[in-house]
């Protein structure tokens, strides 16, 4: 099917929710529809794999504005994945808290109309229509945070909009003199791939100040240190599905673009590009690493994780490694599952207990077996434990790192790493098995609302089983398909 | 087109930069919420009158489109939607509490301008002999200065209206190095205003509604320090 038709899938759930058939019928557009993008996705990956392009990515006339490489497939399968998970974890997630049918119709039309405006960026070949999608997601996604619309999620809503337009604004810049350097070198189609080619001929001074004007407007959005301070609050603000959508796939799909200049970068002579995102990387994975240590609130513990897995990611391409690349892609990977499922474990703790608190937490083991089981597991997945996916990808990147002769990087990565799996087991630690001070009490007492159980709704259990089994089997086999997809998108972030 | 006619069309144009640079000074020396928009509205047609002279000189249809766009989405779509999504209350407002007072916000303004002087100069001589022109260290002072009335400002139309003139700095240096991108920069300028503000409008309204004011610097509780807050709130 064409590339065109599957992109436009979401846009039409967009509009089929706003036909007002009830809540049953807004549920099961946007899950109907996320499932059939991941089957269209997933077939268009496997068609990539083999070597097999649809027929309009041959089409000179498209070549223009659509490029399907395996990179692009790498982040459209994840994007659809993590969608669909969510989109069954929001089901039961919304129905807890009754909403009015137009709130929950609006809800799920920005969902699919955020779905929508980042299934489009790994497509786009021309990096000024890339520049407005980014822009888009920003639209179609601060609606989302917000919708709580507490003074807090306002809050985190504003400065998510203000950073991330900031941003946009010095990207724009970038891009702009990114086309003045492919002009300045004796011109070409301005698409990813003819600045590859055009790249030898390109004046060094336009390139790097572009790169660099790029690294920081979209890394605003990435959550890359210096400029991370919205990334938190909008992450943790935001309703639970939503902060798996904002963590696990749209921080990538921007890192995406980034991802995209290294290739144009190689071609210039001292241009440094490698080492500005091992350092870019390291200061991400060491802050986060620390910061992590002092939360206060469990979504924001996760909220800071995404800051490190950026970090991580950035970290492993700066490498320079072939082994290293192939690394970042299975961390792209290894992060989009296992963060959504992080951010489902925390939205049934939070429908559970009622608070985001980590302090107010303790003993969630006893109260609601599964949903403090799901917590431990996806904090022991994200921040590394064997054999589980995230230890395969880092282990990788680790590696590559210590073959290649960076003894410090790597030494930093694996100690920041180690940093963080300390600060995020013991707060999580505390909030599953931890004895509260009046627990005692209660138990002399026998309070029966203290024994009495939780239960969470069937299909955010769906959603999490779902969503961990990934989690599980790309810890220990990486499927032969998603085996030559990485090789694929490893292959992309090189000349 | 004769030597005189290109010399007068690069002066013009020169003219309008220079007159661009001071709009930004003003927005960031203005506490009235209407005054900013006004000098922002004033900045937009120099945009265009500075793109449709490079248009001129260079004989350049995009650059029309990109005057004509200007034209229409930000002295006049850049208003009416602001008064669609959000209160008329916030024109009258004025800022109270400064971070900065004028002469000091001044001065470091001046600062950012000379600093831009000094990057954009070797990037435009990069691109090219006949790029040499004000707009490309111009649009990057607008660039910076913009993103200082952001970071002072705590009202939140003025930290609109510093949104917007960091993007009015972007298209200025980027409509006379990339004059050929062609419709996407059209489109670009297009979406990008209708996007800030209409998104920007509708969080003003709610904020308005949920703590009586449009004071975006009173929003400060999401913290690492201050206790988790939430807790009171029904979970979602």
New interface residues.
């Given amino acids: 099917m064409s590339v065109v038709v599957i992109m436009l899938l979401p846009l039409a759930a967009a509009l089929l929710v706003c036909i007002p058939f009830g809540k049953r019928w807004l549920a099961g557009v946007t899950v109907v529809a996320c499932a059939a993008e991941l089957a269209l996705v997933v077939r268009l990956a496997l068609q990539v794999v083999a070597g097999h392009a649809p027929g309009e990515l041959l089409d000179a006339a498209w070549s223009k504005w659509i490029a399907v490489d395996g990179l692009s497939a790498l982040i459209l399968v994840l994007i659809a994945l993590v969608g669909t998970t969510a989109a069954i974890f929001s089901v039961g997630y919304m129905a807890?808290?009754n909403l009015q049918p137009k709130k929950l119709r609006l809800y799920h039309a920005n969902y699919n109309l955020f779905i929508f405006s980042m299934l489009v960026i790994p497509v786009l070949a021309?990096p000024?229509?890339i520049?407005?999608v980014v822009?888009?997601t920003?639209?179609c996604s601060?609606?989302l945070v917000?919708?709580?619309?507490?003074?807090?999620a306002?809050?985190?809503?504003?400065?998510y909009?203000?950073l991330s337009?900031?941003g946009?604004?010095?990207a724009?810049?970038g891009f702009?003199?990114l086309?003045?350097?492919m002009?300045?070198g004796g011109g070409g189609t301005?698409t990813w791939a003819g600045l590859v080619a055009a790249a030898p001929r390109m004046?060094p001074?336009?390139m790097q100040?572009a790169f660099l004007l790029i690294l920081i407007g979209l890394g605003t959005k990435v959550g890359l240190v210096p400029m991370h301070t919205w990334l938190?609050?909008a992450h943790s603000?935001a309703?639970?599905p939503v902060c798996a959508l904002l963590s696990g796939i749209e921080t990538t799909s921007i890192l995406y673009v980034i991802l995209r200049l290294f290739p144009v970068m190689q071609a210039v002579r001292g241009a440094h590009a490698e080492t500005w995102a091992l350092v870019l990387g390291l200061i991400s994975v060491g802050t986060a690493a620390f910061?992590l240590l002092?939360?206060?609130?469990y979504k924001?513990l996760f909220a800071f994780s995404t800051v490190e897995h950026m970090g991580i990611i950035l970290a492993a391409i700066g490498l320079g490694a072939p082994a290293a690349d192939y690394g970042a892609m299975q961390q792209i990977v290894s992060h989009s599952v296992t963060k959504s499922f992080c951010f489902f474990a925390a939205g049934a703790a939070?429908?559970a207990?009622?608070?985001?608190?980590?302090?107010?937490v303790r003993g969630l083991i006893r109260r609601s077996p599964l949903t403090g089981a799901a917590l431990i597991f996806g904090g022991l997945a994200i921040t590394g434990a064997p054999p589980l996916a995230v230890f395969l990808s880092e282990f990788t990147i680790l590696k590559a790192g210590l073959a290649q002769g960076q003894y410090l990087a790597t030494g930093l990565l694996a100690a920041f790493i180690v940093i963080a799996f300390f600060g995020v087991m013991a707060h999580l630690n505390r909030m599953v098995f931890g004895v509260s001070a009046n627990a005692e009490a209660q138990q002399s007492h026998a309070v029966p609302h203290a024994a009495a159980a939780f239960r969470l709704p069937f299909s955010c259990r769906l959603a999490m089983i779902l969503a961990a089994l990934p989690v599980l089997v790309l810890g220990v086999y990486v499927p032969k398909p998603l085996h030559d997809l990485l090789t694929l998108a490893a292959a992309a972030l090189t000349r | 087109m004769s030597a005189a006619t290109k010399l007068l069309l690069e002066n013009l144009n020169a003219l309008a930069a220079g007159l661009f640079l001071l709009t930004a000074f003003g927005i960031v020396a203005m506490r009235q919420a209407r005054a900013c928009l006004n000098l922002f509205i004033a900045q937009s047609l120099l945009l265009a009158a500075s793109a449709a002279l490079l248009g001129l000189r260079y004989d350049s249809g995009h650059l029309y489109g990109v005057a004509l766009v200007n034209l229409v989405s930000k002295p006049i779509i850049v208003p009416w939607l602001l008064r669609k999504t959000s209160s008329a209350e916030i024109y009258t407002r004025r800022e109270i509490d400064q971070v900065l007072n004028i002469p000091t916000a001044l001065l470091i303004a001046l600062a950012l301008a000379i600093g831009a002087y000094f990057v954009g100069i070797p990037l435009a001589n990069a691109v090219g002999p006949q790029f040499r022109g004000p707009n490309v260290p111009i649009g990057i002072a607008v660039l910076l200065l913009g993103a200082f009335t952001l970071t002072v400002r705590r009202e939140a139309l003025s930290l609109l209206i510093g949104l917007l003139v960091m993007e009015n700095g972007a298209f200025l240096a980027g409509i006379s190095i990339a004059r050929d991108l062609g419709m996407l920069v059209e489109l670009a300028i297009a979406t990008d205003g209708l996007v800030i503000v209409f998104i920007m409008g509708v969080l003003v309204r709610a904020v308005e509604k949920q703590i009586g004011s449009t004071a975006i610097g009173a929003l400060a509780s999401l913290k690492e320090t201050a206790p988790a807050s939430g807790t009171d709130e029904a979970p979602r």
């Fill in positions: 807890q808290s021309e000024t229509a520049w407005i822009e888009l920003t639209l601060a609606l917000s919708f709580d619309n507490t003074r807090d306002l809050e985190a809503a504003w400065k909009v203000v337009l900031m946009a604004g010095v724009l810049f702009l003199v086309f003045a350097a002009h300045a301005y004046p001074v336009l100040t938190p609050d603000q309703p639970s910061l002092q939360v206060k609130d924001r939070l429908l207990t009622g608070t985001r608190e980590i302090a107010a």
